[in-house]
Every structure is written in structure tokens, then in C-alpha cells.
């Protein structure tokens, strides 16, 4: 019998996970990543914080050395998959080769949602999804500056925090009436506002961008209102979509994502899909949910990788995520969706440290943890585990004020 | 070449050549070694680099942090010399370093 080929395309989180776990899983055959940046699979997350804050390389990033891939036969292979022939089993390469595989992974993650306005061609106007978007960043994030951000969720505000830590002049524009609004509860947003403000950057709320106006680069932003923001540098965060070509034109199903099973099976029997790009049906809260969030990625990687190899391990662990901005550390436990009541454990008006616990009819459903690691700890585990719903009193409070929705 | 030794909960060994200046969560990461996630890539975020110090080595690899005790503060597994491995950085001293892995990551 010839050697087994698992191909993976994308080589981010999701792909690196899924090769690493191939091994761990015992697959024998060849182990092939495909990937269209240069750099070995790096952390994302770190890319609005530190990276962009220039405390780290890329280099420090890496999520694997490239010791690891070589001693574990993992092939990294440069290029774009253009093309999936499921009968063939073949996928095209934009170096012009094809390459068979017998089990295919698709974690080809997602992209920035593009602003649709006009102007948003200009120079000066970035989006942060990568290293290299990054770079091009720091080129022109010179102390005193003015920058934009349009977006106010955790990547604008992520990356409103770095740029301050850089020394530039910050305004962040958010669209609805407040930031996080997709996110988080009206308590947790003002505090991020109130944060935010004491370090100096300047929200606007009910914000929405018209135009970008310049010349041969963007100088200012206009918003609906007819006020004008005066800008040296632009950066966009007001979301990501799933890059799905690649599937839907090979005619995999696709909702709002690639959609997988539990155990990370698409619609082709051959072909696993993990990461961003994904969405699948979570019993836990009986909708179809697409994840963004590297600890979820992991977590369908591991899947896939043991589907790929004929186990079977679900997907079970809880969606979780955190967030740096300055000195505040936000650990998330759970999705919130549904929420009707929030039961706050010290003072987010006042403190730099408090717990947002979500309840939906009396049981938790999911944490916001701001410099509370215990709290998130505590939350995880009890949402993870816990065989039976967790009611208000068994909420680690230190100081309770209900502000119920 | 310095090497610290993983044992499993089950008792199988891993040993991994470690290279300064990592943290103890990169050196099981690059080796392979199973039983250690670092979802969060290193940020005291996730809990899943649990690891338990051999007693004789924790005065020499120091004590967790405050952000780390307040993650192992909650962690049914844990012991008086837990640590979370991302926050230990490696030295060449180390050669010889045993730790232990708990059963599950959190």
C-alpha cells in the first residue's frame, strides 16, 4: 500500500494544530501544511497587543520552531490552494503544481470585512490580520500621530491601546451606540469606554464613517454627522468574514462557514475543516455558531486530526477568549448569547478588576473575568463540568450589585 | 545539552533538550510532548500548561507569580509546587529538571 497524503490548507492556528495533532494521533503517512505567508505558523492574537506595541518579534511568535516540524515530518509547503478536485483527490497551487491527498483539511481561517465607503482605497488605511498588515503599521505609528480606528470591538480596542502605548493620538469610531455592543453587556462596555478615556483616547460612539478623504494618502474621516476627523493613519477593525471559496466552489455546504460536525467532518467524508472559517451546530446553546477564537480553532484541530485518522474525539470544550489592553487583563468563559440577567461581582464604575457573570432563566452561561483570573478559573470549570446548571448562589461574589437586564 | 524530563500522569517520560531563554511551555510544545495545550501561546490565559515541579527543584525554578497563583489558585489539581510553564523561562541549570503533569489541562 503506497504512503497516505494529509494535506492542510491554511497554516495558521487551525492548520498547525491540526498537523501537530496528526502526529500525536499516530497518522503514518505524509503530512503536508500548505500556507501563503512566509513566516513558520505564529499567534495571532498577540498582533493588536504586543506585536503591535513592539514588545515582541515575529520570530518569538512562532507557535512551533521549525526544529519541531522537521523532526516531526511536516512538511511546510509556500503557496495558495486554488482548487480542490474532489474526485481526483487533487487541490491546485497557485505555484501551478497539484498535489493528491487521500484526507484533506480546510482551515483557511477568515479576513478582515472590508469598510465600503469612499476613499477606503487611500493609502493609509490598513487592516490587522497578519503580521505583515502589522508591519505596515509600525511604519508610519510614529509617536504623535493621529490615528483612526474604526471599529470599537476587541480588535480596535486592542490595537487603540497599543497605539497609545506607541504615543500617538487616538480616535476610535464605533458605529452603535456603544463599544463591544456585539460582545458584551452595557456595563462591560462602559467600563472598556471608561478605560479607554483615562488613557486618553477619544471614543465616539454613533459613529458612522461616510467617507475617508485625502489626497495621495487618507487625512481625514468623515463621519455621517458631517464632522470631520483629521487622520494620518486609518486602521479598520469592524470584523472578519470566513474565507469559504475554496470550499463552496469544491461544493461542500457552507451556512455562515464550513460546516462541520462534531467531530470536524464536512459534507466529503475525506475532508475535515477547523479555525475560523467554520461553523457548526453547539447542542449547549441549539443554534449554528461560527467561533473566532484561537482557543476554539485548537480545539476543531484536534478533532479533525483524530477524524483524519480514523479516532474519534468531539468537540467539547467551552468557547473561551481574552483580551489585553493596557494594564486590564479580560478572560471570557462561555458564549452570552441569550442572556437575561447579569450579576456583577465588584464595581466596573470604579475598580480595574471585576466579574460579569451571565445568566440565562437562573443558570450561568457565561463569564466576562477583567483581572480576575480566579473568577474565569472558577467559571470555566464550573461550565465545563458542572452536570447540572450553576444558579446565582454558587457565584463567587465579592460585592453584588444586580443590575439585571 | 540541558534536559527536563515530563512525566505523564500515567507515568510515561518525555525528555526534551531545552534551549535558553524559552519558557518551559515552548520546550514541551517544540518536543511534542502530550498533556501540554498553551492554548493562549503564553499569556498566563488559558491554564492548559499545568505542570507540578519536582519538590527538590521548586526553590531553584522560583514561585508562580501573582496573575499565575490566582490561575492555579482554583485548579483542583493543583499542588504547593504547581506552576504554569509558560511562565517559567528555561536555563541551562535546569539540566536535570523533572516536572509532572496533572491529568487533565484545565
Known amino acids: ?405 | 545539552m540541558a534536559v527536563v524530563t515530563f512525566v505523564s500522569h500515567d507515568g510515561e517520560t518525555h525528555a526534551a533538550s531545552l534551549e535558553e531563554g524559552q519558557s518551559l511551555m515552548q520546550v514541551a510544545t517544540n518536543n511534542a510532548v502530550p498533556g501540554i495545550d498553551g492554548d493562549c501561546g503564553g499569556e498566563a490565559a488559558c491554564g492548559t500548561c499545568h505542570v507540578i515541579v519536582d519538590p527538590p527543584w521548586s526553590d531553584r525554578v522560583g514561585p508562580s507569580g501573582a496573575d499565575e497563583e490566582q490561575m492555579l489558585a482554583m485548579n483542583p489539581e493543583r499542588e504547593p509546587t504547581s506552576r504554569l510553564s509558560c511562565q517559567m523561562v528555561v536555563s541551562e541549570a535546569w539540566n536535570g529538571l523533572t516536572v509532572r503533569l496533572p491529568e487533565f489541562q484545565m
Open chain 1, 1 to 405: 500500500m503506497s504512503v497516505q497524503r494529509a494535506v492542510i490548507v491554511g497554516a495558521s492556528h487551525a492548520g498547525a494544530q491540526v498537523a501537530a495533532s496528526l502526529r500525536q494521533e499516530g497518522w503514518a503517512g505524509e503530512v503536508v501544511l500548505v500556507g501563503d505567508e512566509s513566516a513558520l505558523p505564529y499567534q495571532r492574537p498577540p498582533l493588536s497587543k504586543d506585536y503591535l506595541a513592539g514588545k515582541s518579534t515575529l520570530a518569538e511568535l512562532a507557535i512551533r520552531s521549525a526544529e519541531f516540524y522537521a523532526r516531526q515530518e511536516i512538511r511546510l509547503l509556500g503557496a495558495t490552494v486554488e482548487r480542490i478536485d474532489r474526485s481526483a483527490g487533487r487541490v491546485s497551487l497557485s505555484t501551478g503544481e497539484s498535489l493528491g491527498y487521500d484526507k484533506l483539511a480546510l482551515c483557511t481561517g477568515a479576513r478582515p470585512r472590508r469598510l465600503r465607503v469612499p476613499g477606503a482605497h487611500l493609502a493609509g488605511v490598513h487592516y490587522l490580520r497578519t503580521a505583515a498588515d502589522v508591519d505596515l503599521i509600525r511604519a508610519t505609528a510614529k509617536p504623535g500621530s493621529r490615528a483612526v480606528v474604526v471599529g470599537g470591538g476587541y480588535v480596535g480596542l486592542e490595537t487603540a491601546a497599543s497605539l497609545r502605548a506607541l504615543g500617538l493620538d487616538v480616535t476610535v469610531l464605533e458605529a452603535t451606540e456603544r463599544v463591544l455592543e456585539r460582545v458584551t453587556a452595557p456595563e462591560v462596555s462602559a467600563f472598556f469606554d471608561r478605560i479607554h478615556r483615562e488613557e486618553g483616547v477619544c471614543i465616539q460612539t454613533s459613529a458612522l464613517v461616510e467617507a475617508l478623504a485625502g489626497d495621495a494618502r487618507v487625512r481625514e474621516v468623515v463621519l455621517s454627522s458631517g464632522e470631520s476627523v483629521p487622520a494620518d493613519l486609518v486602521i479598520v477593525g469592524i470584523g472578519i468574514e470566513p474565507n469559504t471559496e475554496l470550499a463552496a466552489s469544491a461544493g461542500l455546504v457552507i451556512d455562515n462557514g464550513v460546516v462541520i460536525d462534531d467531530r470536524a467532518r464536512t459534507s466529503d467524508p475525506d475532508i475535515v475543516a477547523a479555525g475560523d472559517c467554520t461553523s457548526r451546530d453547539i447542542a449547549r446553546y441549539g443554534s449554528r455558531v461560527r467561533l473566532e477564537c484561537v482557543p476554539s480553532a485548537g480545539e476543531q484541530a484536534k478533532a479533525a486530526a483524530a477524524t483524519i485518522s480514523g479516532k474519534c474525539r468531539e468537540i467539547t470544550a467551552l468557547p473561551w477568549f481574552w483580551s489585553d489592553q493596557y494594564d486590564v487583563k479580560l478572560q471570557i468563559a462561555g458564549l452570552n448569547t441569550g442572556y437575561d440577567e447579569v450579576v456583577l461581582s465588584g464595581d466596573p464604575n470604579r475598580d480595574r478588576d471585576f466579574t460579569c457573570f451571565y445568566l440565562r432563566q437562573g443558570e450561568l452561561i457565561a463569564a466576562d473575568c477583567v483581572n480576575r483570573p480566579r473568577d474565569f478559573v472558577f467559571s470555566k470549570r464550573l461550565l465545563t463540568q458542572a452536570t447540572q446548571g450553576v444558579g446565582r448562589a454558587e457565584l463567587p461574589l465579592v460585592t453584588v450589585s444586580d443590575l439585571g437586564a
